[in-house]
């Protein structure tokens, strides 16, 4: 029933879009859409819709009065915006321009090489943007001898202020850590050097590249998010002005893309994201008792390991 009230509203929506206002879409950067778009159908499919849904309305009030009340549909906006979630809660509708931020560029990124975080025997990998440069320290561990590489028992990517970078070197890092994403496709590398149990930490401040990396992790084999949830914004977004003045704001889907995940990413355990140990003190001292992510990562993984043991 409630799937039947959906598809009618969705259809008194787009017939209200189409030829009620008679919108024509129309982006603001790219080439017009094609003329289909803008043909008219008849009027009276949208009245009588628009009189049935009324009547499955009331029919459910009557009946009973847990189902859910009328709809708000003040305006087209409301309208316009039930859709488009439909279709994916990353489109945005609105009647004002959208202040789009542009992409983060970071050619001087910081880089961090991977060291032991000699409590757990785990190796750390710390990301706060992602490209060649910062993934070098990866791919040069692969150089080292197998024997040093098999002495990590996990590895923690530290993505809590991953803001963006190249989706190419984003596959990359897949490629080198598990066999399969549920939403983006890559290619495996020669040398799965980190496929190993894997603890991966995120934040509000995970965007961009960094939360894409983090949903493409989520759910495949030895794999634990711990953290908070993300920023909730994976892709760079363009907008498009319809001719009835309405902005529709559409992400920018990379090619790997195999299906829309759902944004933000959500932990498997909640853990403060902050504070964030500084990486030379982690590295130096090894010291990481101030910071409730890495707590939590060694408390998990000498849990686990007494559990194997056992």
Known sequence: MLKLLTAGLICVAISFAIFAEDVKPEPVVSKPLPEEYSKKTNPQVAEQLSAEIKQLLDLLKQNNKL??????????????????????PLLEVSETPF????????????????????????IYIRLDYINASTIAPLIDFATLGKDKRENAKAC????RKCSGGDVGSMLKVLGMSIKESAIVNFRLADNQIFAVLKFVLIGPETSGTGELLAASLKKAKDVVIIGENTAGRPFAYKQFKLESGTYVNIPQLPQCMKRISQFPVKPEVLSSPRPQTAYTVLKSSGNYKKDSCLTTVVDLFKALQVTRDI
Do not use: G, Q
Not at 71 to 80: Q, R
Not at 102 to 119: G, M, R, V, W
Not at 156 to 159: A, C, R, S, Y
């Open 67 to 88: 189902f859910k009340p009328e709809p708000v549909l003040s305006n087209k906006f409301d309208i316009l915006n039930m859709i488009a979630k439909e279709v994916s």
């Open 99 to 122: 202040a789009n931020a542009p992409e983060i560029n970071k050619t001087n990124a910081e880089i961090y090489p991977i060291f032991a975080l000699s409590d757990i025997e785990a």
């Open 156 to 159: 923690i990517f530290d993505l």
